[in-house]
């Protein structure tokens, strides 16, 4: 054999071997957040519906001699604390303390991308499994080291930094992405929503509605004192490579979390506690950002757990809030410095349901800051079961409460829009509770059954997932399971693609959770929730005993936009992401409905045909 033919193929099978290496530490890191989502992500949807409606008349039983019973807090300071045993049992890595250490084992050598330096794919599993020589001279570069070396504000490679910034108070039409994120949040008023940008799609990264992690740590944004996260599941040193990023490593953070990865130990400034839920099939779900400034404080709620996937390849949503500043005269009152929404007195109670010191102190934080410009409707879940006017303050009953009083009627025969990316025990068919309670609560309709509402559901088919860009990696954050979609077949009339054209997102699959409904020609929208919450009893309640009571599992946390105190009117006008007059939906409307033969994603099950990168699954 030639010696150059026999040194190629000895250099060909290097390769090959570090492909696959460097492949299956990407289905290694997946199949975990799998794992962790299969086993705690809305698990009600595991339940057997027979099993739910006995273990709930037994709750409803007791009820008369418990209170609302909010979850208990587990406070370790910089310690880590005792995690769950389900969630030790998912990764081989996970310590007994509970909290674990991503082995870190890329391959020595990589294969050169066949896109060398005009490669758009900027997901950290790409750049570890192809070499980028324009761009890594002959290095190796960590995660971090690109974000250090980015324009605040956007990612991927170093770019010419922006001569000039606008101040975030600037109002001007959003007319591109290069443009610093203080300026693009400020134009994105009144609805400052926002998607993410997503690495393997370049199409997203020119969205100028599209952010990443270290966008909200800008410094521009204000001058950092303190924050805190308060999120399901959390990878620790994902979470601190971005606040350095955005440098802000140094401040102290509160971290409130349902499940997490790394070592809290190494972080000087940073404080975790784990939320224990009371009941089972709950979780701590919540997505919060809260940031104190010098000048004010400002209110992040998304949909995003602090782990790489959900940022890097999914599809989320944000409301960013504007920054509230301190009362005068030294004033710290719910009463002073509230908006018409109510927003920052729902914030509080929310806040103190935890019943934990470190979120009290939080919550009085918040007192001192004037709320008077907020145009959106705070919306959490509370675990416990709630009676009397406590009825009304959570859930879908908040929901309901409100949309009663705020927002505009519409025409009964009009569908309201689900979106989320998990689906729980719903009932025997449609009026049992997916419209009969969600659905009435989301037309602000008295009642339970009487009228419900139609209800049309995104939610990716098997085929989306398969044509991703992750293929079926993608399904990852999407825990259905077919033995619970075996007992309500009916759901299947309700389904629609994920379809995101006009965003560029239709093979971003989606982890955002939201809710709405459009008019017949799809140019209006009556009102959009965005939210942490699934469609799922679990997450949002569920009435008990003639409807006096409502009984919630979980933790969670969304915005409610209304036209009444965003534009002052009584539809949003829809529109792209470069007219900021108008609200751009994380989907394309009108909604296509699955084809005939189309199976929606489950996670359990497996798949004979291979994904558009020739994996099958599991």
Same mark, same amino acid.
């Given at each position: 054999?030639?010696?150059?033919?026999?040194?190629?193929?000895?250099?060909?099978?290097?390769?090959?071997?570090?492909?696959?290496?460097?492949?299956?530490?990407?289905?290694?890191?997946?199949?975990?957040?799998?794992?962790?989502?299969?086993?705690?992500?809305?698990?009600?949807?595991?339940?057997?519906?027979?099993?739910?409606?006995?273990?709930?008349?037994?709750?409803?039983?007791?009820?008369?001699?418990?209170?609302?019973?909010?979850?208990?807090?587990?406070?370790?300071?910089?310690?880590?604390?005792?995690?769950?045993?389900? $969630?030790?049992?998912?990764?081989?890595?996970?310590?007994?303390?509970?909290?674990?250490?991503?082995?870190?084992?890329?391959?020595?050598?990589?294969?050169?991308?066949?896109?060398?330096?005009?490669?758009?794919?900027?997901?950290?599993?790409?750049?570890?499994?192809?070499?980028?020589?324009?761009?890594?001279?002959?290095?190796?570069?960590?995660?971090?080291?690109?974000?250090?070396?980015?324009?605040?504000?956007?990612?991927?490679?170093?770019?010419?930094?922006?001569?000039?910034?606008?101040?975030?108070?600037?109002?001007?039409?959003?007319?591109?992405?290069?443009?610093?994120?203080?300026?693009?949040?400020?134009?994105?008023?009144?609805?400052?929503?926002?998607?993410?940008?997503?690495?393997?799609?370049?199409?997203?990264?020119?969205?100028?509605?599209?952010?990443?992690?270290?966008?909200?740590?800008?410094?521009?944004?204000?001058?950092?004192?303190?924050?805190?996260?308060?999120?399901? #599941?959390?990878?620790?040193?994902?979470?601190?490579?971005?606040?350095?990023?955005?440098?802000?490593?140094?401040?102290?953070?509160?971290?409130?979390?349902?499940?997490?990865?790394?070592?809290?130990?190494?972080?000087?400034?940073?404080?975790?506690?784990?939320?224990?839920?009371?009941?089972?099939?709950?979780?701590?779900?919540?997505?919060?950002?809260?940031?104190?400034?010098?000048?004010?404080?400002?209110?992040?709620?998304?949909?995003?757990?602090?782990?790489?996937?959900?940022?890097?390849?999914?599809?989320?949503? $944000?409301?960013?809030?504007?920054?509230?500043?301190?009362?005068?005269?030294?004033?710290?009152?719910?009463?002073?410095?509230?908006?018409?929404?109510?927003?920052?007195?729902?914030?509080?109670?929310?806040?103190?349901?935890?019943?934990?010191?470190?979120?009290?102190?939080?919550?009085?934080?918040?007192?001192?800051?004037?709320?008077?410009?907020?145009?959106?409707?705070?919306?959490?879940?509370?675990?416990?079961?709630?009676?009397?006017?406590?009825?009304?303050?959570?859930?879908?009953?908040?929901?309901?409460?409100?949309?009663?009083?705020?927002?505009?009627?519409?025409?009964?025969?009009?569908?309201?829009?689900?979106?989320?990316?998990?689906?729980?025990?719903?009932?025997?068919?449609?009026?049992?509770?997916?419209?009969?309670?969600?659905? #009435?609560?989301?037309?602000?309709?008295?009642?339970?059954?009487?009228?419900?509402?139609?209800?049309?559901?995104?939610?990716?088919?098997?085929?989306?997932?398969?044509?991703?860009?992750?293929?079926?990696?993608?399904?990852?954050?999407?825990?259905?399971?077919?033995?619970?979609?075996?007992?309500?077949?009916?759901?299947?009339?309700?389904?629609?693609?994920?379809?995101?054209?006009?965003?560029?997102?239709?093979?971003?699959?989606?982890?955002?959770?939201?809710?709405?409904?459009?008019?017949?020609?799809?140019?209006?929208?009556?009102?959009?929730?965005?939210?942490?919450?699934?469609?799922?009893?679990?997450?949002?309640?569920?009435?008990?005993?003639?409807?006096?009571?409502?009984?919630?599992?979980? $933790?969670?946390?969304?915005?409610?936009?209304?036209?009444?105190?965003?534009?002052?009117?009584?539809?949003?006008?829809?529109?792209?992401?470069?007219?900021?007059?108008?609200?751009?939906?994380?989907?394309?409307?009108?909604?296509?409905?699955?084809?005939?033969?189309?199976?929606?994603?489950?996670?359990?099950?497996?798949?004979?045909?291979?994904?558009?990168?020739?994996?099958?699954?599991?």
């Amino acid at each position: 054999m030639d010696p150059d033919e026999k040194f190629a193929r000895q250099l060909q099978a290097e390769f090959d071997a570090e492909n696959k290496a460097a492949e299956a530490l990407e289905q290694q890191d997946a199949k975990f957040a799998q794992s962790i989502a299969s086993k705690f992500h809305e698990m009600s949807e595991t339940d057997d519906d027979d099993e739910e409606e006995e273990e709930e008349q037994e709750e409803e039983e007791e009820a008369s001699s418990r209170s609302g019973g909010a979850g208990q807090v587990l406070q370790c300071g910089n310690t880590a604390t005792q995690a769950s045993k389900n $969630y030790s049992e998912a990764s081989p890595s996970c310590h007994k303390d509970g909290v674990t250490n991503s082995p870190k084992t890329p391959p020595k050598k990589r294969p050169p991308c066949e896109y060398g330096s005009s490669c758009y794919r900027k997901n950290p599993l790409h750049l570890k499994e192809f070499y980028h020589p324009p761009l890594e001279g002959g290095e190796k570069e960590t995660v971090h080291k690109r974000n250090k070396e980015c324009t605040p504000g956007t990612a991927g490679p170093p770019k010419k930094r922006l001569k000039e910034s606008v101040p975030v108070g600037t109002s001007q039409k959003i007319s591109s992405s290069k443009l610093p994120f203080p300026a693009r949040l400020s134009a994105s008023e009144p609805f400052n929503f926002f998607l993410n940008k997503t690495f393997s799609i370049k199409e997203t990264q020119e969205d100028p509605l599209a952010l990443v992690f270290p966008d909200l740590l800008n410094p521009q944004l204000g001058e950092l004192v303190e924050s805190a996260q308060l999120n399901f #599941m959390v990878d620790l040193e994902f979470l601190m490579e971005n606040y350095k990023a955005g440098q802000a490593h140094t401040k102290p953070l509160l971290v409130m979390y349902g499940e997490m990865e790394g070592d809290p130990k190494a972080h000087s400034s940073v404080v975790c506690n784990k939320v224990k839920i009371s009941f089972q099939y709950g979780t701590h779900h919540t997505k919060i950002m809260l940031f104190q400034y010098k000048t004010g404080c400002r209110v992040v709620v998304h949909t995003a757990n602090l782990v790489p996937d959900d940022w890097y390849e999914k599809t989320q949503g $944000y409301w960013v809030s504007p920054v509230f500043p301190e009362l005068e005269n030294g004033r710290e009152s719910l009463l002073d410095g509230e908006s018409p929404t109510r927003f920052k007195r729902d914030l509080v109670d929310y806040l103190l349901a935890y019943k934990v010191p470190d979120l009290t102190r939080w919550a009085n934080l918040v007192k001192k800051y004037d709320f008077s410009n907020c145009n959106a409707v705070f919306v959490g879940s509370v675990p416990g079961y709630h009676r009397g006017e406590s009825k009304d303050r959570w859930g879908h009953m908040k929901v309901r409460r409100v949309m009663k009083q705020h927002a505009s009627s519409w025409k009964s025969s009009l569908p309201i829009l689900f979106q989320c990316s998990s689906i729980g025990s719903l009932g025997k068919d449609a009026r049992s509770w997916m419209s009969g309670e969600l659905g #009435m609560s989301l037309t602000g309709v008295p009642g339970v059954c009487a009228s419900a509402p139609m209800v049309n559901l995104v939610y990716p088919s098997e085929d989306d997932i398969c044509n991703s860009s992750q293929g079926w990696m993608g399904g990852s954050c999407l825990p259905y399971n077919s033995a619970t979609h075996e007992k309500q077949p009916w759901l299947m009339q309700h389904l629609h693609l994920w379809r995101s054209d006009k965003r560029h997102r239709t093979k971003a699959m989606p982890h955002i959770k939201c809710y709405t409904r459009v008019n017949m020609n799809c140019s209006a929208a009556q009102f959009f929730l965005l939210t942490s919450a699934n469609l799922s009893k679990a997450a949002w309640g569920t009435l008990q005993i003639q409807n006096s009571q409502l009984f919630i599992r979980s $933790y969670e946390a969304g915005v409610l936009l209304l036209p009444k105190f965003v534009n002052d009117n009584t539809e949003f006008e829809l529109g792209s992401p470069s007219s900021p007059s108008c609200l751009s939906l994380p989907y394309d409307v009108p909604l296509r409905p699955y084809p005939d033969g189309a199976t929606p994603w489950f996670m359990n099950t497996r798949k004979k045909r291979s994904d558009i990168f020739g994996r099958t699954y599991p």
